[in-house]
């Protein structure tokens, strides 16, 4: 059974940091990454990585959070920093290739 289980998430003040962790089993994914969740209910990209640790960055993303791979841990985690209150989310654990998995999600909330 493949499953992806976030953890992580929580209240924290604007301007704090965050470490969100992804622990995948049942299979090895080509590609995991992290989403939110956007107005009507689909899930937008905040930043992925392959298996040889290739990154790829949302726009909002760039230079305040950091994608990682721990692949013999079958792990990726997602450090934010400088958060502001607009990163309030439900945030997503994603592998593909193979499949489509997801996780349950971690609530992120920033308070100003």
């Known amino acids: 059974q493949v499953q992806l289980v976030e953890s992580g998430g929580g209240l924290v003040q604007a301007g704090g940091s965050l470490r969100l962790s992804c622990v995948a089993s049942?299979?090895?994914?080509?590609?995991m990454g992290w989403y939110r969740r956007v107005p009507g209910g689909q899930r937008e990209l905040v930043a992925d990585?392959?298996?040889?640790?290739?990154?790829n960055y949302a726009d909002s993303a760039t230079g305040r959070i950091t994608i990682s791979r721990d692949n013999a841990k079958n792990t990726i985690c997602l450090r934010m920093n400088n958060l502001k209150p607009e990163d309030t989310d439900v945030y997503y654990c994603?592998?593909?290739?193979?499949?489509?998995?997801w996780g349950e999600g971690t609530q992120v909330t920033v308070y100003s």
């Open positions: 049942g299979r090895m994914f080509g590609v």
């Open positions: 990585i392959t298996i040889d640790r290739t990154t």
């Open positions: 994603h592998g593909r290739m193979p499949n489509n998995d």
